[in-house]
C-alpha cells in the first residue's frame, strides 16, 4: 500500500469524524424524554409547548407503559440507550439515585431562578433527595382519601354531610350502605399485590403507629383486621385482591360501591361517568384526634447521569417547572409545590374535592426513600394478601413481613 | 490448503459445513444466553452490574436462599400443577375436537379454521377478556353459572386462594386447545382409510378401531404435542400477568411468572436466573424422555 493511500484514509477517516459534529452543530440538540404520560395528559402538551419556542432544544417525547417504567429505564440505561429525561415513581428514585444513575441535579438547582426546592411541598421533595443531594425534581404529587356517594347515603339513613371519621365508623357505615340484593358493596379499595396495595395500606398502618421498618406495630395489626373484617364480611367484593385502583373505583362510578379509596386522578373521570352527587372526606382515622397519615403518590422528573446534553436537560426540566401552575387546571394533576394556589375551576364537585386532597396532602409520606423499595413492598403485600385470604392471622402475616424487610434493611 | 478446498467442493468438508453454520448459529443465539443465566445464578447481580460480566461469585447462596424462601414450593407445586392440568385439558379437549371434525359433514373445514382464531390472537388480549369473563361480580362466566343453577352464589375465581391457579388454567386449556386441534387433525388425516375398512370387515367396533388403529398410529403425533405443550406451558406468562399478578398471596403463582417477577420487579435478576436454571433442568428432564419415548419412531 502506498504513501498516498494511507493519505487518503487519514482523511477519509477525519471527514467522517468532522462530519456529523458539523452538522450537529448546525442542527438542534435533541433531547429525549420518557414518562407514562398520554396525550390528554401533562409531559406530550408540554414538551409540544416547548418546541413552539424554538430554543434551539428539540425535545422528543416517548410514552411508556407504568408496568415498565423501571425495567425499560434499566435496559436502555445498562446498554447505553437511555434517554436523557424520564418520570419515575417517587419511591422508586433512590434505587436510580442510590447507585449514580441519576444526574445530581443539586448545583444547577442552586443556581436556577425557577427550581427552588423550598416551593416544595417536602414529602414530594424528600424523594428526589438522597444523601443530601438532588437527583431530580418532583413532577406533581397526589395521596388517597374517600370518596363516598352521598345519594346512598341519604338512601340508607346516612347523614351526607357526615362522612365516616373513624375506622369503626367506616365499616358501620359500609355496613349499612352495603346491598347484596342490589350488586352494591359497602366500599371499594385495592389491595393488589403490586405497589398499588402498599400504597393503600401504608397510610392506615402509618396512623397507628406503624411503618414500613416497623410494619408488625400493634396499630398496624389493627389496621389490617379493619381489613380483613371488611372483605370477610363482603362489605368490599373480594376481588379487591385483583383488582386496581382504577378498576375498584370504576365500580364505584357505575353505583356498584357506596364508598371507594382513591386519589384525585379520578376526578375527572367521575365527573363524566358517575350520575350520583358524590363528596370526598379526609381518610378515616383509628380514632378522633389519631395522628393523620397518607400515601403520597405520583412521578418525578429526573435526568439521567450519562446524558450528553445536561444543560440542556436542565432547561427542559425548567420549563416543565415554569408550568407547574397549568398542572391543574389543564391536566387535573396537583403540582407538587406549596406556593402555588390552585385557583378555582368553576366546578363545584371537583373544587371542594381538591380542598380534601390539598388538606390530605398535608399528612403525606412519602415510601421509602429506601433503594431496595421494591422487595420492601412486596413483603407488605404479600403479608396484606395471607391476611385477607386467611392463609395467616393479621399478626402472623405482618410479623413474616417485618422478618421479611429487616432483612432487606439489613 | 489445496485438499481442504477440494474437500469442501465434493466431500465431508461440505457436509461439515452446511452442519457448523446452523451449530454456530444455535450456539450464539440460545447457548451462549443459556450458559450467561446459569453463570448469574452464582452471583451477585443487581440492576447496575448487569451490563458487566464480572461480579461478585457467591456459589450456592442464591440457590440456599431461594429455597429458604416459604413461597418457594407452593410456587413449584403450582407450576406442576398449571402445567399437567393445561396440557392434559389443551389435549383432551383439543383430540376431542378433531376427532369430532374428521366426520366430514358440511362446513367442517372451515369452522375447524375458525377454531384458530383463539390461537391467533395475542397472550395479553386473550388474558384481558377472560379477566372480564372471570371477574367475580359481573363476570359472564359466574352468570351463566348462577343462570343454570350450577352454583348459587358468586365465585370468586381471580381473588379466591382455591380458586385463583385454575382460573388461569381455564384461559390458558382454550387459548391452546384450538392449536393442539390443529395438529391432531393433521395426524388423524395421515392414517390410511383401508386400515379402518379392514378393520370394519372383520368385525372391529368404533372403540376397538379407536385403541387399535387410531391411537397407535398418533403416537408420534401425540409425542410431539404434549411436548410442545409442556414448552408453551412453561413458557406461558401473558395470562398470568393479565388476570391474576400471581395472587393473592402467591397461590397462582408459577415459577416462569415469579422470575419475572424477582428480576424486573424486585431487581433480583441474580434469583430470577436460579429459576430459570430450575426450570431448563425440568424442561432437558422432559426432553430425554421425549426422545426416548420416539426414539424408535425416528428410526423406524
Redesign the interface.
Known sequence: MGIRKYVMLGALALASVSLPALSASAEDVTINVWSLDRDIQPAPNLIKDFNKLNTGIKVEYRQIQFDDV??EA?RA???GQAPDIIAVDNPEHA?FAS?G?FLDLSEMIAKSSVVKPENYFKGPLASVSWDGKYYGVPKATNTIALYYNKDMFKAKGLDPDKPPQTWDELVEAARKLTDPAQ?VYGITFSA???EEGTFQFLPWAQMAGGGYDNINAEGAVKALDVWKTIIDEKLA??????RSQWDATG?FNSG?AAMAISGPWEIDRMLQEAKFDWGVALLPVPELGAERSSAMGDFNWAVFANTEHPEEAFKVLEYFVSQDDRMFKDFGQLPPRSDIAIPATGEPKKDAALQVFVEQLKYAKPRGPHPAW??IS?AIQ?AI??A??G?MSSKEALD?AAEKIKAVLG | MKRILSSITDGRGFDIGLVSLPLAFLFVLSGLPLVYNVVMSFQEVD??S??SFWRPFVGLKNYIDLFSQ??TWPILLNTAIFVTASIAGQFLIGFGLALFFWVNFPGASWLRGLFLVSWVMPGLVVGAIWNWIL????GVLNFLLRETGVISGNI?W????DY?LWAVIIANVWLGTSFNMILLSVGLSGIPKDLYEAAELDGANALQRFWTITLPMMRSTIGAIVALGLIFTLQQFDLFAA?????????SNVTQYWAW?LS?????FAKGATISVIMIVFVMFASVVYVRSTRHEVRG
Open positions: 423501571v425495567s434499566m440505561y445498562s446498554t434505587l447507585r444513575v350488586n393488589k399485590a403490586n367484593s373480594p376481588d379487591t385482591l385483583t365500580t356498584n421494591p422487595k412486596k404479600d394478601q395471607a385477607l385470604t392463609q413474616q | 440492576m447496575f448487569l451490563g416459604p413461597e371477574s367475580g361480580d359481573f370468586f381471580r381473588s379466591d386462594p385463583s388476570i391474576t399478578s400471581g395472587g393473592p398471596n402467591n397461590t417477577d424486573f420487579r424486585q431487581y433480583d
